[in-house]
C-alpha cells in the first residue's frame, strides 16, 4: 500500500483522476447534501437504500467474521440499532455466517419490507447455487433478498460473463422467480470489474474503493474509470473497503476518504462494518460533516 502519510499522493491521485474523468475533487462541495441515511437510487435497479450499509464481513475466515465472532445477541442489537438510526442497507453473505443474526434482527425489530438486504453466493456450481439461494431465503426467513451477487470475483475469473454463464443463468432464473429482486458481481479483481459495465445482465456491483489504494484491485484512478462507466450504465454501484476493511491509517483519515467515495458521483451506496453503536456512531457523523460541507 502507498505511503498515507504524504499528502501530495492524496492530492496526486484525486488531481489525476478528476483530470481524467471529469469528477469533483475533494472539498467541491456536492449541489445536495448528503447523511447517512440519505435514501438513494441503486442505478436502474429499481431498488434504492441508504447512502450507509451496514457490513458484516470484516476480515472473515472460515464462515465468520468479526461481526459473527461476536456475541450473537450483541450483533442483532446493533442491526437493530443501526435501523433505528435510519440505516436501511444490510450487506450480508453466506461466507460470513450473518443470515441467522438478520433473521434475528427482522423477526424482533426491522420490518422486512423497509430494508434492503443483500447476499452472495459463493459457490459457482449451478445446482448448488440453486440450493443456496433457496437456503438463503430459509436462514434469513423471507421470502425474497433484495439483491445477490456472485462474492468475490477473482484472479482467474477476469472473463466471468463468458466462462460463468451458467451461473448468472442460475441468478436470473431466481430473479424471474422473485426469489431474488437484483443480481450481480462482488469484484476483487480490477480485469473483472472493468467487464461489468458492458455486461447487460449485471444490476449491481459491490466494488473496492477509497483514495489511498488500500486493499483495492488496483490503481485508484483505473478503479475510479471502472466505476465512472458502470455508473454510466445504469449499474447500481456500491462501494466497501472505504475505510480499508479497518486500516487505522485509512480510520484515521476517514472524513478524507467517504469524502472522495461520496463526491466520485459513481458510487451509490457504501458499506462499512462497524462493531458496536459507538463506531456507527462515528461514521454516520462523519458522512453527515463531510456531505453538508
Not at 473497503?241 to 459513481?266: H, Q, R, T
Request: aromatic letters at 4%; a neutral charge.
Amino acid at each position: 500500500m502507498r505511503q498515507l502519510t504524504r499528502r501530495s499522493f492524496i492530492k496526486h491521485t484525486v488531481g489525476a483522476i478528476a483530470a481524467t474523468t471529469s469528477l469533483p475533487v475533494i472539498g467541491a462541495p456536492e449541489a445536495n447534501a448528503v447523511s447517512a441515511t440519505t435514501v438513494r437510487p441503486l442505478g436502474k435497479s429499481g431498488l434504492s437504500c441508504s447512502l450507509l450499509g451496514v457490513g458484516t464481513g470484516t476480515r472473515g475466515r472460515e464462515g465468520t467474521t468479526d461481526q459473527t465472532r461476536m456475541p450473537r445477541e450483541e450483533l442483532v442489537n446493533l442491526l437493530e440499532y443501526a435501523y433505528q438510526q435510519g440505516i436501511t442497507y444490510f450487506d450480508l453473505a453466506d461466507r460470513y455466517g450473518s443470515h441467522g443474526h438478520m433473521k434475528d434482527a427482522l423477526a424482533k425489530a426491522i420490518p422486512r419490507d423497509k430494508v434492503m438486504l443483500l447476499s452472495k453466493v459463493w459457490n459457482r456450481e449451478p445446482d448448488v447455487m440453486r440450493a443456496d439461494i433457496e437456503r438463503f431465503r430459509k436462514e434469513v426467513h423471507t421470502d425474497y433478498l433484495d439483491v445477490v451477487l456472485m462474492h468475490c470475483l477473482r484472479t482467474g475469473e477476469e472473463n466471468w460473463p463468458d466462462t460463468l454463464k451458467a451461473s448468472m443463468d442460475v441468478l436470473s432464473e431466481a430473479k424471474a422467480k422473485g426469489h431474488i429482486r437484483a443480481h450481480g458481481v462482488s469484484c476483487h479483481n480490477l480485469q473483472a470489474l472493468q467487464r461489468v459495465a458492458d455486461t447487460a445482465w449485471v444490476d449491481v456491483v459491490l466494488a473496492r474503493i477509497n483514495p489511498f489504494g488500500a486493499n483495492m484491485d488496483g490503481p485508484v484512478e483505473e478503479v475510479v474509470a471502472a466505476l465512472q462507466k458502470i455508473h454510466e450504465a445504469g449499474k447500481g454501484v456500491l462501494g466497501m473497503k472505504i475505510l480499508g476493511e479497518g486500516n487505522p491509517e485509512v480510520v484515521a483519515k476517514m472524513n478524507e476518504s467517504i469524502k472522495f467515495v461520496i463526491g466520485l458521483g459513481s458510487v451509490d451506496a457504501m458499506t462499512i462494518g462497524v462493531m458496536n453503536a459507538k463506531e456507527l456512531d462515528g461514521i454516520m457523523g462523519a458522512i453527515k460533516e463531510v456531505g453538508s460541507a
